[in-house]
């Protein structure tokens, strides 16, 4: 068996009898197709054209490093002469990469016959078969990366080992497993997982790709979830095929806030629980409380408004006495409702709807009602699903959070340029920088140094209007977006204030000199002024098209220019830049 198995298998590779299929992987921040995961098809209508059955036959038949090899080189021909736009995922068995690959660098060669470039290609490492020796897959994988590719491991979560491949590869995607995507927007427990996987990818500096996103619904609560998920691959999207879409069009509108938080709102708690109508008999919704034991609350509507709860506790209690059942025999809910319970809209971001229910008189209990913008009921909410999420956000605004000032961090100021270009607003990012810090901090100490920072954030946002956007760079380095047309106003009335604040920072004698003198390496004295601030501003017209790294590049260069100039200075750009 295995024999005629084998020989099967043989004439397939030798034929060349097998397909290369490709499934977009999109970054939903960007709307776009990062890449594609190539998969391999057997010859159609046959017992091996499944993939599963293709490799579990190669394994058995010893025939897999061939086989591996063979699809490598196929998907990548069939890549290149599709003219296909970002990266090429490639599955690779870990066995393949210590083996013959290795050592005579095929793939490297199959690429140059195509004339793709090693930086474009993902090393997808697949869990099929087991890692043996880490020490000899860390120095592949190293080798790998040096010739200019990357690494993704791909289903974390569905092998006993991934966890132990992420600690000791450290690649540079992981992809997480279907299971933990399926359903995530009806199930907290996988949301949490999630966040901590997050975090994770995070401190290694890893990207992570959900995979299996088949519903709408899945996709809107990751895009909600964490906007650094952006990532994601699965048949809400497209599914494999030998042409594969170069545009995805079922792409959610995203209109990003312009808020220094991201706005979650009280659709992420929404529980969409079946409601009642007022002519329910109360014996059946006895019944149906007892069906359920984890039915705290229900909701009463009638032509899809809600008229109030009834509550689990409050209600059968009404049942402790024998003569109960008699008594509401013939009855109907109307009689029972509750019609004290908080409505929310299910656009109300969670910091107001914390508030709201706070101020509430109307909350004898924890549960209360989730409508649409037409007041149509949609669901329930819950004060502790509500708590947690708060205390989600606060924590990761925390941890991202600069120490010194609290400002949001690099993180989050990366996040939130690229949610203004993609919501095609008009704005100017600008970079503000400290001149003649170092030499301040050289005279005075860093604590002095310290202080002059946080005084220069206060200031920045006393400054920053209620629809701008603050973050601390790092060092003396701060980022402002701001919304509108008087920008360059408030740039000045910021360089001016800042102007009558930095002799303050200085003892009376250096006040008297206009700076401090300080002592170089090289022993020599030198005389430096007042602190100074400088700024450099890049209008953005409509940023769709814009990438935030480029953004990023060109303010850096901008704020040389302004550097350049001597005292408190505002460089602008007044270039015009095509989109893309």
Same mark, same amino acid.
């Given at each position: 068996? $295995?024999?005629?198995?084998?020989?099967?298998?043989?004439?397939?590779?030798?034929?060349?009898?097998?397909?290369?299929?490709?499934?977009?992987?999109?970054?939903?921040? !960007?709307?776009?197709?990062?890449?594609?995961?190539?998969?391999? !098809?057997?010859?159609?209508?046959?017992?091996?054209?499944?993939?599963?059955?293709?490799?579990?036959?190669?394994?058995?038949?010893?025939?897999?490093?061939?086989?591996?090899?063979?699809? !490598?080189?196929?998907?990548?021909?069939?890549?290149?002469?599709?003219?296909?736009?970002?990266?090429?995922?490639?599955?690779?068995?870990?066995?393949?990469?210590?083996?013959?690959?290795?050592?005579?660098?095929?793939?490297?060669?199959?690429?140059?016959?195509?004339?793709?470039?090693?930086?474009?290609?993902?090393?997808? =490492?697949?869990?099929?078969?087991?890692?043996?020796?880490?020490?000899?897959?860390?120095?592949?994988?190293?080798?790998?990366?040096?010739?200019?590719?990357?690494?993704?491991?791909?289903?974390?979560?569905?092998?006993?080992?991934?966890?132990?491949?992420?600690? #000791?590869?450290?690649?540079? *995607?992981?992809?997480?497993?279907?299971?933990?995507?399926?359903?995530?927007? !009806?199930?907290?427990?996988?949301? #949490?997982?999630?966040?901590?996987?997050?975090?994770?990818?995070?401190? =290694?500096?890893?990207?992570?790709? $959900?995979?299996?996103?088949?519903?709408?619904?899945?996709?809107?609560?990751?895009?909600?979830?964490?906007?650094?998920?952006?990532?994601?691959?699965?048949?809400?999207?497209?599914?494999?095929?030998?042409?594969?879409?170069?545009?995805?069009?079922?792409?959610?509108?995203?209109?990003?806030?312009?808020?220094?938080?991201?706005?979650?709102?009280?659709?992420?708690?929404?529980?969409?629980?079946?409601?009642?109508?007022?002519?329910?008999?109360?014996?059946?919704?006895?019944?149906?409380?007892?069906?359920?034991?984890?039915?705290?609350?229900?909701?009463?509507?009638?032509?899809?408004?809600?008229?109030?709860?009834?509550?689990?506790?409050?209600?059968?209690?009404?049942?402790?006495?024998?003569?109960?059942?008699?008594?509401?025999?013939?009855?109907?809910?109307?009689?029972?409702?509750?019609?004290?319970?908080?409505?929310? =809209?299910? #656009?109300?971001?969670?910091?107001? %709807?914390?508030?709201?229910?706070?101020?509430?008189?109307?909350?004898?209990?924890?549960?209360?009602?989730?409508?649409?913008?037409?007041?149509?009921?949609?669901?329930?909410?819950?004060?502790?699903?509500?708590?947690?999420?708060?205390?989600?956000?606060?924590?990761?605004?925390?941890?991202?959070?600069?120490?010194?000032?609290?400002?949001?961090?690099?993180?989050?100021?990366?996040?939130? %340029?690229?949610?203004?270009?993609?919501?095609?607003?008009?704005?100017?990012?600008?970079?503000?920088?400290?001149?003649?810090?170092?030499?301040?901090?050289?005279?005075?100490?860093?604590?002095?140094?310290?202080?002059?920072?946080?005084?220069?954030?206060?200031?920045?946002?006393?400054?920053?209007?209620?629809?701008?956007?603050?973050?601390?760079?790092?060092?003396?380095? *701060?980022?402002?977006?701001?919304?509108?047309?008087?920008?360059?106003?408030?740039?000045?009335?910021?360089?001016?204030?800042?102007?009558?604040?930095?002799?303050?920072?200085?003892?009376?004698?250096?006040?008297?000199?206009?700076?401090?003198?300080?002592?170089?390496?090289?022993?020599?004295?030198?005389?430096?002024? *007042?602190?100074? %601030?400088?700024?450099?501003?890049?209008?953005?017209?409509?940023?769709?098209?814009?990438?935030?790294?480029?953004?990023?590049? #060109?303010?850096?260069?901008?704020?040389?220019?302004?550097?350049?100039? $001597?005292?408190?200075?505002?460089?602008?750009?007044?270039?015009?830049?095509?989109?893309?």
């Amino acid at each position: 068996m $295995a024999c005629r198995e084998a020989q099967e298998l043989r004439a397939i590779t030798e034929g060349e009898r097998l397909t290369p299929c490709f499934q977009p992987i999109v970054d939903v921040g !960007r709307q776009r197709v990062h890449g594609y995961e190539a998969l391999i !098809r057997g010859p159609e209508g046959t017992w091996l054209q499944s993939p599963l059955t293709l490799f579990d036959v190669a394994m058995r038949t010893g025939l897999l490093v061939d086989l591996d090899l063979m699809c !490598r080189r196929l998907a990548i021909a069939a890549f290149a002469r599709l003219g296909l736009p970002g990266r090429l995922f490639l599955n690779v068995m870990p066995s393949t990469i210590v083996d013959r690959d290795f050592r005579e660098g095929l793939t490297l060669g199959y690429l140059h016959e195509q004339g793709l470039a090693p930086n474009r290609v993902v090393i997808e =490492l697949t869990e099929h078969v087991p890692i043996q020796d880490y020490a000899l897959m860390r120095q592949a994988v190293a080798h790998y990366r040096d010739m200019g590719f990357q690494v993704a491991l791909d289903d974390l979560g569905a092998g006993h080992s991934s966890l132990r491949h992420w600690a #000791e590869l450290r690649p540079d *995607f992981v992809k997480l497993d279907r299971h933990f995507i399926a359903g995530i927007d !009806r199930e907290p427990g996988k949301r #949490e997982f999630l966040r901590s996987i997050l975090d994770v990818a995070r401190s =290694l500096g890893c990207q992570l790709i $959900a995979e299996g996103v088949e519903t709408i619904e899945e996709y809107r609560c990751l895009w909600e979830l964490d906007r650094s998920l952006s990532l994601l691959q699965g048949y809400y999207f497209a599914r494999p095929s030998l042409n594969p879409p170069r545009e995805i069009e079922t792409f959610l509108r995203i209109g990003a806030p312009l808020r220094q938080e991201k706005v979650r709102s009280a659709r992420v708690i929404l529980k969409p629980l079946m409601p009642i109508t007022p002519q329910w008999a109360v014996l059946d919704l006895a019944d149906h409380f007892r069906a359920d034991p984890e039915l705290r609350c229900v909701a009463v509507v009638e032509a899809g408004r809600p008229l109030g709860v009834i509550r689990r506790n409050a209600f059968l209690t009404l049942f402790t006495n024998p003569y109960s059942h008699a008594l509401f025999a013939k009855r109907q809910v109307r009689e029972l409702i509750d019609p004290r319970v908080p409505i929310a =809209l299910d #656009e109300t971001p969670l910091s107001a %709807l914390s508030q709201q229910l706070t101020d509430s008189r109307d909350m004898p209990q924890e549960d209360f009602v989730i409508v649409d913008a037409q007041g149509d009921y949609l669901g329930m909410g819950n004060i502790v699903d509500l708590l947690r999420e708060i205390t989600a956000i606060q924590v990761r605004q925390a941890r991202h959070a600069n120490p010194l000032t609290g400002l949001p961090g690099n993180l989050l100021i990366n996040e939130t %340029l690229s949610e203004w270009l993609e919501a095609g607003v008009a704005f100017t990012a600008v970079y503000c920088d400290l001149d003649n810090f170092k030499a301040y901090n050289d005279a005075y100490g860093y604590a002095r140094g310290d202080r002059v920072i946080t005084a220069l954030a206060q200031l920045l946002d006393q400054q920053a209007g209620q629809n701008d956007f603050l973050g601390h760079v790092g060092g003396d380095d *701060f980022m402002l977006l701001l919304a509108g047309e008087r920008w360059e106003r408030r740039c000045h009335a910021i360089l001016e204030a800042f102007g009558d604040m930095a002799p303050g920072f200085y003892d009376a004698e250096d006040r008297r000199g206009g700076g401090v003198w300080v002592k170089s390496r090289q022993g020599r004295l030198t005389h430096y002024p *007042f602190v100074s %601030l400088s700024l450099a501003a890049r209008p953005v017209g409509d940023g769709r098209g814009h990438d935030p790294l480029t953004i990023a590049a #060109e303010l850096s260069e901008l704020k040389q220019q302004a550097k350049r100039q $001597a005292g408190n200075s505002l460089f602008v750009e007044r270039r015009q830049h095509a989109h893309g």
